[in-house]
């Protein structure tokens, strides 16, 4: 099963940009739909994008529309998400998924990675 490491994130301030990253490790990740969710202090986990396993179509939730990218790189086995005029509300740890149904849906993935903060001051 593909495992997940999450790195990039960090403390910027109110429109600022960072770029998450997170390699994947085994020989199967170009068949995995990646997803990006993220949880902030008190809240639950929510989807923020999805890719699908060849790099088209993506899905973003509607509050990262226009600022948020996701991409992915099959032959470095990464999935990236790139973050630009961020918010204070944008501040949460941030994961990667991935699974084999392009899905919104946090239960449609099935590995995990470990996490990245990233905090967003006014």
């Known amino acids: 099963q593909v495992q997940l490491v999450e790195s990039g994130g960090g403390s910027v301030q109110a429109g600022g940009s960072l770029t998450l990253s997170c390699a994947a490790s085994?020989?199967?990740?170009?068949?995995?739909?990646m997803g990006w969710f993220r949880q902030a202090p008190g809240k639950e986990r929510e989807f923020v994008a999805a890719?699908?396993?060849?790099?088209?179509?993506?899905f973003n939730k509607d509050s990262v529309k226009g600022r948020f990218t996701i991409s992915r790189d099959n032959n470095k086995k990464t999935v990236y998400l790139q973050m630009n005029s961020l918010k204070p509300d944008d501040t949460a740890v941030y994961y990667c998924?991935?699974?084999?149904?392009?899905?919104?849906?946090?239960?449609?993935?099935?590995?995990w990675g470990q996490g990245t903060q990233v905090t967003v001051s006014s």
């Open positions: 890719i699908t396993s060849n790099g088209y179509g993506e």
């Open positions: 085994g020989r199967t990740f170009s068949s995995y739909r």
């Open positions: 998924a991935a699974g084999r149904i392009f899905s919104s849906l946090s239960n449609e993935y099935i590995a």
